[in-house]
């Protein structure tokens, strides 16, 4: 079968995910993927600007990586969650040296959905009777029960009634750029940050706060430095527990292993998923302090999966770790982030649809708006819901057509590519970006 007969067959006869089915219709064929690069079935080179998902932090072809996974298939690449295996230690020792003190008590699951569902049944046992959750609008949380219920974008809105759980609030957003009380940072008093007190207070039976410290798909929203010290105050004050979702954010995307180190802020249960293998293979984590795990002692703890612990899955994550440690040894990640961040303010400056460029480290959004004054999107969550055409889809399958892959949402570019890409291939990229961004241009006042 060739690449066309595969894609048929592919498309044909599985769900395309998040979109309407017609518009699974002709997919890129990968053909295959090495350093910062893949490749379709004529050879034809992307530049992987979005790291895939945002996962693909260590980019492809990584031998350390593929080793590490072969090793694990040839020994024991299964065995139930009730038992203990070589690979299974390797990966809770190299797990905890990366680990913030205290935060040492793990499950391991296999995607960054099931590490949010695990957090939120342990956060309720634990803080049962209380059972409110607090979210924010602009938010992911994943695709099951539990964390389509905490998302705050509109893929939350196609799975309600049924996918409501009873018990989550959203509260605005810390997102400064369309501030959701109308005020201006640092005058604001970080009032988002004061409403969640606000909230815990009047709402009642409020068990956690559950963010993700820096918005991952919905914005790249880096809060400003008093936000999260403010709400593990608050949380502290309230008797509330702090859960950080890093499944995007962590391994080393902002920077630092885990976002909330640039804060100086330890959670109570933090989950990630995504680059602790560098998405070579599929695990998730909650991690939790021994206070929690404590609680169990005596206690039913209620939750577990065929494939918690998954040796083969775990295999790749004491490589991952080392891989991380080698290359931000070589100052490379650190040298790329500063270019990247200069490049993409560049194009703010030539660019009148650039409302807005935020980010930090590999993690950047590039906001389009029609209007710099008044901000006017073009596009907004219900046009996404109603499946009409969106402006950034339309831009970012003209910059595949270039060579470049980026992902697109709603009204933002979210630039995310592996730390190990250079500075000329930073280069490569924002040139397509650039010259696909003119067409916005000509629709914007
Ligand atoms: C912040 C955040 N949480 C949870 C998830 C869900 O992770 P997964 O797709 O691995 O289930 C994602 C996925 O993008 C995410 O970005």
């Not at 009730?82 to 990966?91: E, N, P, R, T, Y």
């Not at 809770?92 to 960054?112: C, D, Y």
Request: aromatic letters at 10%; proline letters at 6%.
């Amino acid at each position: 079968m060739g690449a066309a007969d595969d894609v048929k067959l592919v498309t044909e006869h599985t769900y395309g995910t998040w979109r309407a089915q017609k518009d699974w219709s002709k997919p890129l064929y990968v053909a295959g993927a090495k350093g910062s690069h893949f490749y379709d079935d004529k050879n034809n080179r992307y530049l992987d600007f979005s790291s895939q998902l945002m996962c693909s932090n260590l980019g492809h072809g990584n031998e350390a990586i593929i080793s590490a996974i072969c090793d694990g298939a040839k020994t024991l690449p299964y065995v139930g969650p009730s038992f203990v295996s070589d690979l299974k230690a390797k990966a809770v020792k190299s797990l905890l040296s990366v680990m913030p003190e205290g935060l040492t008590q793990f499950f391991l699951s296999t995607s960054g959905t099931e590490a949010n569902e695990a957090a939120v049944k342990i956060a309720r046992q634990y803080k049962a009777p209380k059972y409110k959750i607090i979210s924010r609008y602009r938010s992911y949380h994943g695709s099951t029960g539990a964390g389509i219920a905490l998302t705050g974008d509109p893929r939350r809105w196609f799975a309600e009634p049924v996918g409501k759980l009873p018990g989550v609030v959203f509260a605005p957003d810390a997102y400064c750029y369309r501030c959701p009380f109308g005020l201006n940072y640092p005058e604001c008093d970080i009032r988002c940050a004061e409403y969640v007190d606000y909230m815990i207070k009047e709402e009642g039976n409020v068990a956690a706060i559950f963010i993700e410290p820096v918005v991952g798909t919905n914005g790249i929203i880096v809060p400003p430095k008093e936000y999260l010290p403010r709400l593990r105050e608050i949380a502290d004050e309230n008797g509330v527990l702090l859960i950080l979702d890093e499944v995007m954010s962590g391994w080393y995307r902002t920077g630092k292993c885990f976002s909330f180190e640039h804060w100086n802020v330890k959670p109570d249960i933090f989950t990630t998923a995504k680059g602790c293998t560098g998405a070579y293979t599929p695990v998730g984590v909650t991690v939790t302090t021994g206070d929690i795990k404590d609680f169990f002692n005596e206690r039913f703890f209620p939750h577990g999966h065929t494939y918690a612990m998954h040796p083969l899955s775990l295999s790749a994550v004491p490589a991952a770790v080392k891989e991380y440690e080698k290359l931000f040894a070589t100052g490379l990640p650190q040298n790329a982030s500063a270019h990247l961040e200069k490049r993409l303010n560049e194009l703010a400056e030539r660019h009148k649809c650039v409302g807005e460029v935020r980010g930090i480290g590999h993690f950047w959004a590039v906001e389009i708006v029609q209007d710099r004054k008044t901000k006017k999107p073009f596009n907004t969550k219900a046009d996404k819901a109603a499946l009409k055409p969106l402006l950034v889809s339309e831009l970012t399958k003209q910059m595949l057509n270039h060579g470049l892959w980026l992902i697109s949402w709603i009204s933002h570019f979210i630039i995310a590519p592996p730390l190990i890409i250079t500075r000329k291939e930073i280069d490569e990229g924002i040139d397509i970006f650039d010259d696909v961004l003119k067409e916005a241009d000509k629709k914007t006042d």
